[in-house]
């Protein structure tokens, strides 16, 4: 497996290092990358596109711009034109790289691809079309280059900047052996060697700085029994008392659910917190239901907190760049139409707490889905001390 890439690292340097690891693979790593390339080809292309187009449609706004206005504004007509000249260069390079098995000419072309991007980066275009271009390009290359690491919001040969974390905002930081199963996985997940969590830590949100003091439990059984079909219930995760979460008056929250029921048997499911932290069922007054598909706790872990930038506070779903989803506080990622809780005791709106994504390894050790690659949302009523619990799914 190849060393990690530096924390940042010019792109001079960058580019050395990539081509000269590229020149000493062999010809079967080679012939893997190649067929990986062209099965990304439609993803880098689809990526490439929606760079094009926020380039193009902003530059042909710019271009509109009197001259007079060009420097009160700061606005540089000839480097957007350069700027249209790349993207239709770039184009050109992907397609060439696609059609061909020259060994340069790959490497070459996801160096230029990278390069490209961050000369047509603009700060009034989206971070994430850019990242999502660089991830596709680089995926083919995956455990047998070492990755490239660079700055996404600044030129390369600057340092990398600090950000400003979001408060009460926070990505949940895994085990590095967290994410492995005893089913074959989906033909998407199986593009990298590693596995799906390496593939999954290209992103950013997979390897925020970690604070030993923000750990905390994640799955596993919990004592009580569900109040709808019986059964036992199952812990997803324990809140410790973190400045800037809408809980207060717990010296920790303890989210428990059943994942036989929610969703299935009951569309949304509701407990109640005392201020020992155990957690109740309520608000369900029906018989005993039987679930039609009885589901194993989520495999137990213990997890850290990891304090995240304002621009990960609000996250889209389905993003291409494989962003980690699972995260406390911040804005849902709503899969469907968005919607909202109201607590079942005092009848007012509930605050957003907390998401799940899919992909989190049971017991059995099978992919739990939410659904079907959906989301969990878990919303809070402090005054009540109550969590409102439903997934949205594809």
């Not at 193009?56 to 706004?61: G, K, P």
């Not at 030129?155 to 974390?165: G, T």
């Not at 707490?353 to 049971?362: C, K, M, N, V």
């Not at 059995?364 to 939410?370: F, I, M």
């Amino acid at each position: 497996m190849a060393p990690p890439a530096p924390e940042f690292e010019s792109y001079e340097a960058m580019a050395s290092r990539f081509l000269d690891e590229a020149e000493k693979l062999t010809i079967e790593q080679w012939s893997a990358i190649c067929q990986r390339y062209e099965a990304a080809l439609e993803e880098i292309t689809s990526a490439l596109g929606r760079i094009g187009k926020d380039t193009s449609d902003l530059a042909f706004r710019l271009m509109t711009i009197p001259k007079e206005k060009e420097k009160r504004i700061g606005f540089n007509r000839q480097l957007h034109q350069r700027k249209l000249a790349v993207v239709a260069s770039l184009r050109e390079t992907i397609q060439v790289a696609g059609t061909t098995h020259s060994l340069r000419v790959i490497a070459n072309s996801a160096m230029s691809a990278v390069t490209s991007a961050m000369m047509i980066f603009d700060e009034r275009i989206q971070r994430p079309r850019k990242e999502a271009l660089v991830a596709a390009v680089f995926r083919p290359f995956y455990g047998f280059i070492t990755l490239p690491a660079f700055d996404y919001d600044t030129a390369p040969a600057r340092p990398q900047r600090k950000e400003k974390s979001a408060k009460g905002v926070f990505h949940v930081g895994f085990p590095e052996n967290y994410f492995t199963y005893s089913e074959p996985l989906p033909k998407w997940m199986s593009v990298a060697p590693m596995g799906w969590f390496k593939k999954l830590t290209f992103h950013e949100t997979w390897n925020l700085p970690r604070n030993p003091g923000l750990s905390c439990d994640l799955g596993g059984s919990y004592e009580q029994e569900c109040a709808v079909c019986g059964g036992s219930l199952h812990h997803l995760l324990t809140l410790p008392a973190v400045a800037g979460l809408p809980v207060t008056g717990l010296q920790q929250l303890v989210i428990v659910s059943c994942l036989s029921c929610l969703g299935w048997t009951e569309p949304r499911l509701f407990f109640r917190h005392e201020k020992s932290g155990l957690a109740t069922p309520t608000s369900y007054s029906g018989p005993t239901t039987k679930p039609q598909f009885p589901a194993k706790p989520i495999r137990k872990a213990t997890i850290v907190l990891c304090e995240t930038a304002v621009k990960w506070s609000d996250q889209p779903w389905g993003d291409s760049t494989h962003q980690n989803l699972n995260r406390i506080g911040g804005k849902p990622s709503w899969v469907q139409d968005r919607e909202s809780a109201t607590c079942p005791q005092c009848r007012k709106s509930m605050a957003f707490l907390a998401q799940l994504d899919s992909g989190l390894p049971s017991e059995d050790g099978k992919r739990w889905p939410w659904g079907s690659g959906g989301v969990l949302f878990i919303f809070w009523c402090d005054a009540c001390k109550i969590d409102a619990q439903f997934w949205q799914c594809t």
